[in-house]
């Protein structure tokens, strides 16, 4: 069974930096883009980030840009999310999710529909 499953997220203050990895398992990670989301309470879940298979390509939404980093290890199967530069707004569940077909690239644009399975989430909090 594909299962994905996040962690790294926590309590930082502004201007802090985390990093969130994404773990594959049942699947071969490598042969999927993988995408960040996530999910502010009283919010939709919005996109952040996306890398496509050997990961020679990245995307970000514009309010990270700049700040966060997307990378992955096909070999480890994983896929973290360096998050540098926190501010409040960026608090909130983050998310992984592959892209639903192999072999294609990051979709444009990023709907959810996209994107499945999903990880549990991880909880980032951003606070003085």
């Known amino acids: 069974q594909a299962q994905l499953m996040e962690s790294g997220g926590g309590v930082v203050p502004p201007g802090g930096s985390l990093t969130l990895s994404c773990t594959a398992s049942g699947f071969t990670l490598g042969s999927y883009a993988v995408a960040w989301f996530r999910q502010a309470p009283g919010h939709e879940r919005e996109w952040v980030a996306c890398i496509t298979i050997l990961g020679t390509r990245q995307e970000y939404a514009d309010s990270i840009k700049g700040r966060f980093t997307i990378s992955r290890n096909n070999a480890e199967n994983t896929v973290s999310l360096q998050m540098n530069s926190l501010l409040p707004e960026d608090t909130g569940t983050y998310y992984c999710?592959?892209?639903?077909?192999?072999?294609?690239?990051?979709?444009?644009?990023?709907?959810?529909?996209?994107?499945?399975?999903w990880g549990q989430g991880t909880q980032v909090t951003v606070s003085a």
């Open positions: 999710a592959r892209r639903a077909t192999d072999r294609g690239g990051c979709p444009d644009p990023p709907l959810t529909t996209f994107f499945r399975p």
